[in-house]
């Protein structure tokens, strides 16, 4: 019980040290409105800019979407844009593929600001470089969410596909420090990685670089690795990992994706595709409709009361009825998203 406070009051602190006043007012609206109201609205989205990225991670879950010849121009961004903030919601994560290939990033991120809402970046740091830092700090960027699978380059580049990547990553995180940007580390646990050497020695560099928090994200037998649900950690492993984040006192953040519950049955997010496409789960790939021609809200209806996602169960890639009626029957000549409506 100490610890489940403990971690909140260090989760309350790093979030109330990014919110401005408007994007409290926001935040605390869009809560009462799902929680006190029971609305069916989303608590934040995911704007997956483009498709594109110049890693090949293993477990990426939008690594088999092809990179898409048109999305979304700024402009209709923008107006995506505005139509999640007047649902009052405050939190925005410009996300991919790399969202730093996105041209022109940096504008929607300012956009994002002066329409009262928060963004962050998540991102593989490959781009990340001390000059677009400063350009993100200068636009008003909440927060840098990047990848680090491993305590050093032998680990974290074979993960990533991309030699040299670890040390971009590091001096990025340095750099978003040099310019007191809030950064968080995302890292992919790998099945077995339980009580290792390299796990611990991760913590020890996240710790050793100042970040801002953590977020363990359990691997999903999503994208490149649909078929291989071997991939998923189990209860045991989890606990442990959960016990040595606290040993550091690093907040621990995105407790959702690390435990697996739900985030489409509770319902707290949605996920954009760069072509509009809006999915309940990013490693689901089914579209709901499209931002283009469809309002948000009635397309989030359409997910709340499909069938796909009535039973309230954990994560529902680990439910074998769910697999074999919606994830195993997707062949690899499929075009992704398999669009419902």
């Known amino acids: 019980m100490i610890n489940f406070f403990k971690k909140k009051y260090l989760l309350l ?101 002066l329409k009262g809402g928060i963004s962050f970046l998540e991102t593989n740091g490959w781009d990340l470089s001390i000059e677009r830092i400063a350009e993100l700090k200068n636009k008003h960027l909440g927060c840098v969410c990047v990848s680090l699978n491993g305590a050093s380059a032998g680990t974290h580049d074979v993960i990533s596909g991309k030699k040299g990547s670890f040390d971009k990553v590091v001096a990025a995180i340095q750099g978003c420090r040099k310019y007191k940007m809030p950064v968080i580390i995302n890292t992919v646990l790998r099945k077995g990685l339980i009580a290792s050497k390299e796990f611990m020695d991760l913590l020890a560099l996240a710790s050793k670089l100042k970040v801002s928090a953590i977020k363990l994200i359990a691997p999903r037998a999503a994208g490149r690795w649909i078929h291989k649900q071997e991939v998923m950690l189990d209860k045991k492993e989890k606990k442990y990992n959960k016990k040595a984040i606290a040993s550091i006192g690093l907040p621990f953040f995105g407790d959702g994706f690390y435990e697996e519950t739900c985030r489409i049955t509770a319902p707290r997010f949605i996920f954009i595709s760069p072509g509009g496409d809006l999915y309940a789960c990013p490693y689901i790939p089914y579209s709901f409709g499209n931002v283009l021609c469809d309002d948000i809200l009635t397309i989030f209806k359409r997910i709340s009361t499909h069938a796909m996602f009535q039973v309230k169960t954990g994560c529902k890639l680990k439910n074998q009825e769910f697999r074999e009626k919606y994830i195993d029957c997707i062949k690899k000549e499929d075009k992704l998203p398999i669009k419902l409506y």
């Open 13 to 113: 602190k790093f979030l109330s040290s990014i919110l401005s006043r408007k994007n409290l007012v926001l935040f605390l609206w869009n809560y009462y409105q799902r929680l006190i109201l029971r609305k069916k609205i989303p608590a934040n989205v995911f704007l997956g800019v483009t498709f594109h990225c110049q890693f090949q991670c293993a477990y990426c879950g939008l690594g088999t979407h092809p990179i898409e010849q048109q999305g979304l121009t700024d402009k209709q961004w923008e107006q995506v844009i505005d139509r999640l903030i007047a649902l009052k919601i405050s939190r925005i994560h410009f996300t991919g593929g790399e969202p730093l290939l996105k041209k022109g990033i940096e504008d929607l991120v300012e956009y994002v600001y």
